[in-house]
């Protein structure tokens, strides 16, 4: 596997390539990887005469400083896995490499980036938008190849490609699951075991939304005033509400926050 | 247990009590009775020389009539429920005697009934102040008894009782739940034996969300716009997308509605 640290020698390697007419897959990751990067990685060697993997944890996309601080970062076992599974090309740049200065161009989907996650982690859509159109124009790919789980960052990713007039060929890759249903993710390497088993919820949560339960609300509270709410400030003030279809029947439910 | 079907002779009857200086707790019931709606009576019978249930399915607050037509009705067990606990009086009118005619009265409680049970069921609070009015009116009670399942419905029937100056001192008495943790309800009578199991879900996912997992969104989507939908209108065009803090870990998981 060639290894690439800097963008001149990347994208002159490439070029040659590009001479030969051999097609380039991109796989942007930022390590840590797990079997649906690997998934991923196969999906581009199938399509591609040449697969370029990057390594590369974007400090624009964390809107949370301690999230960027804690994200696992596991290069040696990284290069393993890359090496086992033939991928041809690693870029693993640095941040001097990738930013030049403090000062980074913002971009706005409008309620695309407003939505779902972007309600949760400002910025981080722009950040994202960012990483990817210099991967885009490093790399210049015929195709690139995302993860189902991060489906509005495919959306997002989707609309750059479209209105930058990028033209890059954009794969979305299902969602792999470990054994016990959870979605892989680089972040389930901080779960503690306990936490692993209540992660579950997620898929669980999906699974009886779409199978048994149609949900109508789960909504946070100000117990006196009944006004909706993002997050706890203040737990004896706090209400959790739930309202859902099971079957034909409606159920309601509720729970103070604060009570034993 | 005096039973009364009618107004007049209820209030006769009432009359008479307070004048004897008795104080008068009401428990305003739909009938099939649970052990919720003994445990609002025992409060009722702790705090009051009298007594008074009623047992009233009141259509006004059913937005929606196959859910009027399938309440369950267990009227005899409901009176042998109330006399082995002792209960002082029943009320259980007909509609005809509750409602004159066709035309309606309508409240407007501004947000407090748009939001959360008043988003999902327009028009249902207004019929529940409605009947707690007629019957406040009917009872005159010192004080009267609510279960805190239908928490929104305490708040909007205190809301009732300040701004038309009723005087009831409003109780709320704490959700009565199964061995399981189902919160009960007249309605987990619909439930077959595998619904039932499901149905645990709404009070696992106050448990989670309170305890362990911090929510942050879990909505249904169009898969292509991702524009946020109530409900599946095309299964084939809808994704549900899911997020939550485990711990300190935030994970994202989502799933297409027509998928295998």
């Known amino acids: 596997m060639e290894i690439f640290e800097e963008i001149k020698p990347l994208r002159t390697f490439l070029a040659g390539k590009r001479n030969q007419s051999l097609s380039i897959g991109l796989v942007p990751t930022m390590g840590a990887l797990h079997q649906g990067h690997l998934c991923l990685i196969k999906a581009s060697m199938a399509d591609n005469d040449l697969t370029v993997a990057s390594i590369y944890v974007n400090p624009t996309q964390f809107n949370n400083s301690s999230d960027l601080d804690n994200y696992p970062r596991t290069k040696g076992e990284d290069l393993k896995l890359l090496g086992?599974?033939?991928?041809?090309?690693?870029?693993?740049?640095?941040?001097?490499?990738?930013?030049?200065?403090?000062?980074?161009?913002?971009?706005?989907?409008?309620?695309?980036?407003?939505?779902?996650?972007?309600?949760?982690?400002?910025?981080?859509?722009?950040?994202?938008?960012?990483?990817?159109?210099?991967?885009?124009?490093?790399?210049?790919?015929?195709r690139a190849y995302f993860?189902?789980?991060?489906?509005?960052?495919?959306?997002?990713?989707?609309?750059?490609?479209?209105?930058l007039k990028f033209f890059v060929d954009l794969r979305s890759v299902p969602i792999v699951r470990e054994e016990s249903g959870l979605a892989m993710s680089s972040r389930n390497q901080r779960l503690s075991k306990e936490a692993r088993?209540?992660?579950?919820?997620?898929?669980?949560?999906?699974?009886?939304?779409?199978?048994?339960?149609?949900?109508?609300?789960?909504?946070?509270?100000?117990?006196?005033?009944?006004?909706?709410?993002?997050?706890?400030?203040?737990?004896?003030?706090?209400?959790?509400?739930?309202?859902?279809?099971?079957?034909?029947?409606?159920?309601?439910?509720?729970?103070m926050i604060a009570e034993e």
Not at 148 to 154: A, P
């Open 147 to 163: 993860g189902q789980k991060d489906y509005q960052q495919f959306k997002v990713i989707a609309r750059l490609n479209d209105e």
């Open 84 to 142: 086992q599974i033939g991928c041809d090309v690693l870029f693993i740049p640095s941040n001097e490499e990738m930013y030049t200065g403090p000062q980074n161009l913002k971009f706005d989907f409008g309620i695309l980036d407003k939505i779902l996650e972007g309600k949760f982690r400002p910025g981080h859509f722009s950040g994202v938008a960012l990483v990817v159109s210099k991967l885009f124009n490093i790399v210049d790919p015929d």
């Open 197 to 255: 088993g209540n992660a579950l919820l997620l898929v669980e949560s999906l699974n009886f939304v779409k199978t048994e339960i149609k949900l109508e609300y789960l909504e946070l509270a100000d117990k006196h005033t009944l006004e909706l709410m993002d997050q706890v400030v203040n737990p004896q003030d706090a209400i959790l509400l739930i309202a859902a279809f099971v079957g034909e029947v409606r159920l309601i439910d509720n729970m």
